[in-house]
Protein backbone atom coordinates (compact mmCIF):
# COMPACT_ATOMS: atom_id res chain seq x y z
CA UNK A 1 0.00 0.00 0.00
CA UNK A 2 1.25 3.40 -1.00
CA UNK A 3 2.56 5.02 2.43
CA UNK A 4 1.30 8.33 3.60
CA UNK A 5 3.11 11.48 4.63
CA UNK A 6 3.08 12.18 8.29
CA UNK A 7 1.16 15.73 6.80
CA UNK A 8 -1.81 13.89 5.36
CA UNK A 9 -3.36 10.67 5.41
CA UNK A 10 -3.45 8.28 2.95
CA UNK A 11 -7.43 8.25 1.53
CA UNK A 12 -9.33 4.59 1.55
CA UNK A 13 -12.70 4.35 -0.80
CA UNK A 14 -15.44 1.91 1.14
CA UNK A 15 -17.52 0.63 -1.69
CA UNK A 16 -21.38 0.68 -0.71
CA UNK A 17 -23.91 -1.33 -2.31
CA UNK A 18 -26.72 -0.43 -0.49
CA UNK A 19 -28.01 -4.34 -0.87
CA UNK A 20 -28.58 -4.72 2.74
CA UNK A 21 -24.77 -5.66 4.13
CA UNK A 22 -23.90 -1.91 3.45
CA UNK A 23 -24.13 -1.42 7.44
CA UNK A 24 -21.28 -4.18 8.32
CA UNK A 25 -18.82 -2.80 5.20
CA UNK A 26 -18.81 0.57 6.49
CA UNK A 27 -18.37 -0.60 9.89
CA UNK A 28 -15.57 -2.75 9.02
CA UNK A 29 -14.03 0.04 6.49
CA UNK A 30 -14.22 2.27 9.19
CA UNK A 31 -12.10 0.49 11.64
CA UNK A 32 -10.16 -0.57 9.11
CA UNK A 33 -9.21 3.20 8.31
CA UNK A 34 -8.72 4.18 11.58
CA UNK A 35 -5.88 1.17 11.78
CA UNK A 36 -4.28 2.23 8.94
CA UNK A 37 -4.95 6.22 9.66
CA UNK A 38 -6.74 6.71 6.31
CA UNK A 39 -8.83 9.06 5.58
CA UNK A 40 -11.99 7.57 4.58
CA UNK A 41 -14.82 7.89 1.79
CA UNK A 42 -17.68 6.14 1.26
CA UNK A 43 -18.41 5.37 -2.49
CA UNK A 44 -21.31 4.34 -4.21
CA UNK A 45 -20.95 3.62 -8.03
CA UNK A 46 -24.43 4.26 -10.33
CA UNK A 47 -25.44 3.40 -12.95
CA UNK A 48 -26.52 6.64 -15.81
CA UNK A 49 -29.37 5.22 -16.22
CA UNK A 50 -30.63 4.70 -12.81
CA UNK A 51 -33.25 7.22 -11.99
CA UNK A 52 -34.80 6.76 -8.68
CA UNK A 53 -33.32 7.15 -5.58
CA UNK A 54 -31.50 10.62 -6.52
CA UNK A 55 -28.15 11.68 -6.06
CA UNK A 56 -29.02 13.88 -2.75
CA UNK A 57 -31.18 10.40 -1.65
CA UNK A 58 -28.06 8.60 -2.31
CA UNK A 59 -26.16 10.96 -0.46
CA UNK A 60 -28.43 11.47 2.37
CA UNK A 61 -28.74 7.25 3.08
CA UNK A 62 -24.93 6.84 2.90
CA UNK A 63 -24.64 10.03 5.67
CA UNK A 64 -27.01 8.33 7.47
CA UNK A 65 -25.13 5.11 7.25
CA UNK A 66 -22.06 6.11 8.14
CA UNK A 67 -23.86 8.01 11.48
CA UNK A 68 -24.71 4.25 12.37
CA UNK A 69 -21.45 3.07 11.53
CA UNK A 70 -19.30 4.98 13.41
CA UNK A 71 -18.27 4.52 16.82
CA UNK A 72 -17.35 6.78 19.63
CA UNK A 73 -17.11 9.95 17.91
CA UNK A 74 -18.31 11.16 15.12
CA UNK A 75 -16.01 9.98 12.00
CA UNK A 76 -15.38 12.39 9.14
CA UNK A 77 -16.21 10.56 6.17
CA UNK A 78 -16.99 12.17 2.31
CA UNK A 79 -19.68 10.68 0.82
CA UNK A 80 -18.77 10.33 -3.20
CA UNK A 81 -21.56 9.16 -5.24
CA UNK A 82 -19.87 8.08 -8.71
CA UNK A 83 -21.95 7.89 -11.89
CA UNK A 84 -20.77 5.01 -14.20
CA UNK A 85 -20.76 1.43 -14.79
CA UNK A 86 -19.13 -0.73 -12.40
CA UNK A 87 -16.36 -1.95 -10.86
CA UNK A 88 -14.44 0.35 -13.54
CA UNK A 89 -16.44 3.25 -12.51
CA UNK A 90 -15.36 2.82 -8.91
CA UNK A 91 -11.58 1.90 -9.74
CA UNK A 92 -11.28 5.37 -12.01
CA UNK A 93 -12.76 7.49 -9.20
CA UNK A 94 -10.21 5.47 -6.81
CA UNK A 95 -7.20 6.95 -9.11
CA UNK A 96 -8.71 10.62 -9.62
CA UNK A 97 -8.93 10.68 -5.94
CA UNK A 98 -5.43 9.89 -5.46
CA UNK A 99 -6.64 6.27 -3.02
CA UNK A 100 -4.32 3.78 -1.42
CA UNK A 101 -7.21 1.54 -0.59
CA UNK A 102 -10.43 0.31 -1.61
CA UNK A 103 -12.37 -1.75 1.02
CA UNK A 104 -15.33 -3.50 -0.34
CA UNK A 105 -17.88 -6.07 0.64
CA UNK A 106 -18.06 -9.73 -1.30
CA UNK A 107 -21.48 -11.70 -2.44
CA UNK A 108 -19.04 -14.59 -3.11
CA UNK A 109 -21.18 -15.58 -6.36
CA UNK A 110 -20.07 -18.94 -7.85
CA UNK A 111 -20.63 -21.20 -10.84
CA UNK A 112 -23.35 -19.82 -13.04
CA UNK A 113 -24.20 -17.30 -10.72
CA UNK A 114 -20.79 -15.77 -11.29
CA UNK A 115 -21.06 -16.24 -15.14
CA UNK A 116 -24.05 -14.62 -15.56
CA UNK A 117 -24.22 -11.69 -13.33
CA UNK A 118 -19.92 -11.42 -12.87
CA UNK A 119 -18.44 -10.66 -9.49
CA UNK A 120 -18.01 -6.76 -8.61
CA UNK A 121 -15.09 -8.02 -5.85
CA UNK A 122 -13.14 -9.87 -8.50
CA UNK A 123 -13.38 -7.07 -11.32
CA UNK A 124 -12.04 -4.22 -8.26
CA UNK A 125 -9.25 -6.67 -7.68
CA UNK A 126 -8.15 -7.02 -10.86
CA UNK A 127 -8.56 -3.32 -12.21
CA UNK A 128 -7.67 -1.40 -9.35
CA UNK A 129 -4.08 0.41 -9.66
CA UNK A 130 -4.16 0.27 -5.47
CA UNK A 131 -4.71 -2.09 -2.89
CA UNK A 132 -8.12 -4.01 -2.00
CA UNK A 133 -9.36 -5.26 0.47
CA UNK A 134 -12.55 -7.41 0.60
CA UNK A 135 -14.88 -7.41 3.59
CA UNK A 136 -16.28 -11.19 2.97
CA UNK A 137 -19.77 -11.64 4.13
CA UNK A 138 -20.28 -13.57 7.76
CA UNK A 139 -20.55 -17.33 6.59
CA UNK A 140 -23.73 -19.08 7.80
CA UNK A 141 -22.46 -20.77 10.10
CA UNK A 142 -19.89 -18.63 11.74
CA UNK A 143 -23.46 -16.59 12.37
CA UNK A 144 -25.01 -19.16 13.89
CA UNK A 145 -22.42 -19.79 16.32
Known sequence: ???????SP??????????????????????????LGL???AAYVFDYDEARPSPSELAARIRELVER????PPTPVRED?????????????????????????SNRRHGARRL???????????????DVFVIHETPRWAAAS
Not at 69 to 72: D, F, I, L
Not at 81 to 105: D, K, P, Q, T, W
Open 10 to 35: GIALIALDLDGDEQRVLARGLETCAR
Open 1 to 7: MTQASSD
Open 81 to 105: LVRGRGASALCAHAEVMGASLILLG
Open 69 to 72: AASG
Open 116 to 130: LFGDFAQRVVDLARC
Open 39 to 41: RAR
